[in-house]
Each structure stands twice: as structure tokens, then as C-alpha cells.
């Protein structure tokens, strides 16, 4: 009785997860996006820079600071984004064949039903639904969330 009940996935925590794999394709599009403007960013600052940096009449310029100003910015939603990106990269590996197959089509290929997946995994709609929820427990566990 007490395993059954740690066992168990609480209705936020599920919609919460779903959410993420839902979500997996942009922040893995924006985890991608911040480490090729990093990338950029240092590459820009082991350059030497051309004369003083001054502008006609101003100050020194710093095209790598601003580089490195728009960076951090981008940085504050990579972070996050990166965590469950790297969450569910992780889960992914240890999930079985058929597990992984039903998490793509549902989560990020999105053009199926759940009955449809269902059919297509040669199972009932129960052990589907049996089966996404052991999925998506396993993602909240890595998620530390349960």
C-alpha cells in the first residue's frame, strides 16, 4: 500500500511533465540557439580589435559587449530550457524501444490520437494509457518532481 501511494503522480506533476515534452522541440531550439551565440560571443573576444574601438567622437565601442548584453539575456531562458532539455535527453536513453517511439509521436510529432498511437503500438487503449503514465512518471522522477 505505501509503494503504491509513492508510486503514484500527482495530476499537476503529470500535466507539468507533459507540458515539457510538449515543449521539447523550442527549448531545444533555443538551448541550440544560445550555445551557437556563445560560440560566436568568444570568438568575437579572442579577436583583436581594430584601432582604439573608438567611434568619430565618442567613446570606445565594445561590439563584443553588446554581443555579451544580448547573450546573457538569451542565457535566462536557456537555463531553464536546458534543464529539461538535458532532463528528457537523459530519460530518453534509458526508455525502451516502443517507450520512446510512443513518447516522439505523441509529444513531439503531435499528428496522431491517443487511440491512433494506441493502434499503432498493436495495444489496447488501456495499456497505452498504462503505459504513458509509467513513461511520464519516470520523466517526473528525473525531473526530481516526485
Not at 522541440?25 to 533555443?30: D, L, M, S, V
Request: hydrophobic residues 35%; charged residues 35%.
Amino acid at each position: 500500500m505505501i509503494e503504491q501511494m509513492t508510486d503514484k503522480v500527482p495530476d499537476h506533476v503529470l500535466e507539468f511533465v507533459e507540458k515539457e515534452l510538449y515543449d521539447y522541440p523550442i527549448n531545444r531550439e533555443t538551448v541550440m540557439e544560445y550555445l551557437r551565440r556563445r560560440g560566436d560571443v568568444l570568438a568575437q573576444g579572442r579577436q583583436a580589435p581594430d584601432g582604439d574601438g573608438r567611434r568619430e567622437g565618442g567613446p570606445p565601442s565594445d561590439p563584443t559587449h553588446a554581443s555579451a548584453v544580448r547573450l546573457l539575456a538569451l542565457e535566462r531562458s536557456a537555463e531553464r530550457a536546458r534543464f529539461y532539455v538535458e532532463a528528457i535527453d537523459s530519460t530518453m536513453r534509458v526508455l525502451n524501444e516502443e517507450e520512446r517511439r510512443m513518447v516522439k509521436r505523441r509529444y513531439f510529432d503531435r499528428d496522431i490520437t491517443n487511440a491512433g498511437l494506441a493502434h499503432e503500438l498493436n495495444m489496447s487503449e488501456r495499456q497505452f494509457y498504462r503505459m504513458r503514465y509509467e513513461v511520464v512518471r519516470k520523466f517526473a522522477m528525473r525531473m526530481t518532481l516526485i
